[in-house]
């Protein structure tokens, strides 16, 4: 139980353009998700926690208007990344949260921006 | 904020061995989960341990949790190749903060 996937697990686009990633809860419903960000041979940073049924709620520092988040059901949250560039390039990992369980995590979307 | 910070940051081992990582944290906690990362993949969730308990075992893994000292310690037992990989440890006071994670390599 508890797995979490995510589409695409790889992404190349143009600067400028958009990207939507998805994150689906597979075998349990998750109210709250949430969108990490990672470097290389670094640890995660968290985006934004993703309510269903509500507005996400950003971390400090991150763009809402660039990264929007919907979560639109009780297993699936998306990310897009609107008029990505180049600096956005990154692996973006999501997490569903299964109360009393813990927070188990997608398998990650590469994306490079060119 | 980050607020688990792993012991040592690497650590390589002849398969058989046990490898010992540990967590730090700052702040009262809920709970504190172990996390298993392959290099360019997502993260596997190995243990949950409650505020409230003290050690935990899953297969070949122990976690303790000794919430005075706020640590945690994650042990690897008869480590095998396949468990070369970093490991997180986050707490939990609603959002997971994760440390810089310890790199484990195990030789064959």
């Known amino acids: 139980g508890a797995v979490v996937s995510q589409h695409p697990s790889r992404v190349i686009c143009k600067s400028g353009t958009s990207v939507k990633i998805e994150c689906r809860s597979l075998d349990f419903q998750a109210t709250t998700m949430f969108w990490y960000r990672q470097f290389p041979k670094k640890s995660l940073m968290l985006m934004a926690t993703s309510n269903e049924g509500s507005k996400a709620t950003y971390e400090q520092g991150v763009e809402k208007d660039k990264f929007l988040i919907n979560h639109a059901s009780l297993t699936l949250s998306t990310l897009t990344v609107t008029s990505a560039h180049p600096e956005d390039s990154s692996f973006y990992i999501c997490?569903?949260?299964?109360?009393?369980?813990?927070?188990?995590f997608g398998p990650g979307t590469r994306l490079t921006v060119l | 904020s980050q607020q688990g910070e792993e012991d040592p940051q690497a650590l390589s081992i002849q398969e058989g061995e046990n490898a010992t990582m540990n967590c730090s944290y700052k702040t009262s906690i809920n709970n504190l989960q172990w996390y298993r990362q392959n290099s360019g993949r997502g993260l596997v969730h190995l243990i949950l341990i409650r505020s409230n308990e003290r050690e935990k075992h899953s297969g070949r893994l122990r976690v303790t949790l000794d919430t005075s000292k706020k640590s945690s310690s994650l042990l690897i037992t008869a480590s095998r190749a396949a468990d070369t990989a970093s490991y997180f440890c986050?707490?939990?006071?609603?959002?997971?903060?994760f440390g810089a994670g310890t790199t484990v390599t195990v030789r064959a």
């Open positions: 997490s569903a949260r299964e109360p009393g369980l813990g927070d188990f």
């Open positions: 986050a707490t939990n006071d609603y959002k997971l903060s």
